[in-house]
């Protein structure tokens, strides 16, 4: 009897845990080009990896307009990523280019 509680047991928590990994925060995609962040403003949840490529022709970087996080420079093909690990309204920036703005809201 105790074999199959422990038994039952484990395959609860073996399922609890496939679970909770289904609820993990994904990888938010945020594509540069033509001098544009697509999409220029996103909303993620804590614990979500932003990462930027750069499809453009010429060199982009993302800088968090508070300076918490910043890229090198970004060739064609070049890609940056930043996990946001508190929630927050997060605005950035092309040093290149400060035309070039996006938002990352965190809930």
């Known amino acids: 009897m105790t074999f199959v509680v422990n038994c039952a047991r484990g395959a609860l928590i073996a399922i609890a845990l496939m679970g ?3 609820v993990m925060a994904a ?9 544009v962040f697509t999409p220029a403003e996103a909303q993620v949840s804590v ?3 932003v990462v930027w490529t750069n499809n453009d022709d ?3 970087t993302v800088v ?5 996080y910043k890229s ?3 060739d064609t093909g070049d890609k940056f990523s930043h996990t946001f690990t508190e929630p927050g309204t997060f605005e950035y920036f092309c040093s290149l280019h400060p035309h070039m703005t996006g938002k990352i809201i965190v809930k």
């Open 20 to 22: 909770a990994s289904a």
């Open 27 to 35: 990888d938010m995609p945020v594509s540069i080009d033509n001098f």
């Open 47 to 49: 614990g979500t990896t």
């Open 58 to 60: 010429i060199p982009h």
């Open 64 to 68: 968090d307009a508070d300076h918490k």
């Open 72 to 74: 090198s420079a970004l």
